[in-house]
């Protein structure tokens, strides 16, 4: 009579937790869906990226019957960005596998994503609160804690024609103040517009997100929060989106086996860089912390 064994590896496939990471990755994160996910980088050489950005031609101009018309250089800026590895690890004994309480496999892919995902997050939010790079847009509203005038002022920085669409991302900390604000639109008053996770109100046509992952300016006290066009104006800008996420190599898990201590070893790691793509589409606001933080 054969005997049916269950072995370590039957429980443990590489192969399965990757798909499963990689399809969890996107619910626990809420920065990366409003970024683009690059796959172009997959199987390429090199550990460095040029992100190219291309300066708006001007408006057509009037040319009269029979003149010809004048030419204009098209140019572009660009910034290069290093590609990174995270990476985390965790030992499962064969006793814990098999008669571990719960399931000590599915939590083990489950906190292997969470952590991939968070480090991807933080990395985005890190791009889009960059003071120093080049050609990003930023509001100073240090003088004041974040308000409804404050947002609204921060905004017109885009200066846009249209109130085009956009996400804000806020300190917890700051929550408070904007939901005592008479003009802040809680998402319970409109729960079946709520598009982007997280996502707890709105202020003039912009969605506020709250993320611990806000950076603090510890020299002038104030809280960096990005604000991001979720919309394209196609008459002056391309379809580069505000945020892009370079993958090199997606999520990729492996195992090693301890066989004199009968425990398995899983690793899981994630290639890519992050980067923000178009400068137009993101205004970093500066406002102040409360006083008794």
């Known amino acids: 009579m054969a005997r049916n064994i269950t072995k370590i590896a039957d429980l443990i496939d590489p192969e399965v937790m990757a798909d499963m990471i990689s399809a969890k990755l996107p619910n626990k994160i809420r920065v990366t869906p409003f970024a683009k996910v690059d796959t172009t980088l997959e199987g390429a ?74 480090k991807v997050e933080n990395d985005c939010i890190d791009a889009l609160s960059d003071e120093d790079a080049d050609g990003r847009l930023k509001y100073d509203g240090s003088a004041a804690e974040i308000s409804y005038e404050g947002i609204v002022d921060a905004l017109d920085v885009f200066e846009e024609e249209v109130n085009g669409e956009k996400a804000m991302f806020v300190h917890p900390k700051q929550v408070t103040t904007l939901r005592k604000d008479p003009d802040f639109i809680s998402a319970d008053k409109y729960n079946q517009q709520v598009i982007l996770r997280g996502e707890i109100g709105m202020i003039a046509n912009t969605r506020i997100v709250p993320s611990r992952r806000v950076k603090e300016d510890s020299t002038t006290n104030c809280y960096l929060n990005p604000i991001i066009k979720l919309e394209t104006d196609e008459e002056t800008e391309d379809e580069a989106s505000a945020l892009t996420i370079y993958i090199k190599r997606d999520v990729n898990v492996e195992t090693e086996r301890d066989t004199l201590a009968r425990k398995t070893l899983i690793s899981v790691d994630e290639i890519y860089a992050t980067a923000v793509s178009n400068d137009s589409k993101v205004v970093l606001a500066k406002f102040l912390k409360k006083k008794t933080e």
């Open 45 to 118: 050489e090199g550990d460095t990226i040029t992100v190219p950005s291309f300066n708006y031609i001007g408006d057509a101009e009037d040319v009269a019957e029979g003149v010809e018309c004048g030419t204009t250089k098209l140019t572009a800026g660009s910034k290069k960005t290093k590609v990174k590895k995270a990476m985390k690890a965790v030992e499962l004994t064969d006793e814990a596998v098999l008669s571990g309480h719960g399931d000590p496999v599915g939590e083990a892919t489950n906190q292997l994503g969470l952590s991939i995902a968070s």
